[in-house]
């Protein structure tokens, strides 16, 4: 299981042909109370650093993009139930979808955690 960072404050935990994509303690912080999110549907193609979710907050709305691309597996209902999971566990429960690995090199030149907490240190 390897975790990687994105720019744009998304993390993906790569467990063998399987990605687990949410967002960053950092942009659950900058965003404030989240109170809804849009997940994409299981089956949907996802392509890297394009739109694959939302999320919304009582400051504002702002898209999740795809780290990689690939395939929705699957949504986490529990997010959907209850967005403030994105507050309260953005790294762990708080995840917004599964999806395939399409390329695995794609993750080539990502972040590892040090490498991205020290890119928000500065922001």
Same mark, same amino acid.
């Given at each position: 299981?390897?975790?990687y960072?994105?720019?744009?404050?998304?993390?993906?935990?790569?467990?063998?042909?399987?990605?687990?994509?949410?967002?960053?303690?950092?942009?659950?912080?900058?965003?404030?109370?989240?109170?809804?999110v849009?997940?994409?549907?299981?089956?949907?193609?996802?392509?890297?650093?394009?739109?694959?979710?939302?999320?919304?907050?009582?400051? =504002?709305?702002?898209?999740?993009?795809?780290?990689?691309?690939?395939?929705?597996?699957?949504?986490n209902?529990?997010?959907?139930?209850?967005? =403030?999971?994105?507050?309260?566990?953005?790294?762990?429960?708080?995840?917004?979808?599964?999806m395939?690995?399409?390329?695995?090199?794609?993750?080539?030149?990502?972040?590892?955690?040090?490498?991205?907490?020290?890119?928000?240190?500065?922001?």
């Amino acid at each position: 299981m390897k975790l990687y960072f994105t720019k744009d404050h998304e993390w993906i935990r790569v467990e063998g042909g399987t990605a687990t994509v949410g967002i960053t303690d950092y942009a659950q912080a900058q965003l404030g109370d989240v109170v809804f999110v849009e997940l994409p549907p299981v089956g949907a193609p996802l392509t890297k650093r394009k739109e694959a979710a939302v999320v919304e907050s009582v400051k =504002a709305a702002s898209e999740v993009y795809a780290p990689i691309s690939g395939e929705v597996t699957e949504g986490n209902a529990e997010l959907e139930a209850d967005p =403030a999971l994105a507050n309260t566990a953005p790294e762990d429960a708080g995840w917004f979808f599964k999806m395939s690995v399409g390329d695995a090199s794609e993750l080539d030149g990502m972040m590892d955690e040090a490498a991205y907490r020290d890119y928000t240190k500065d922001l």
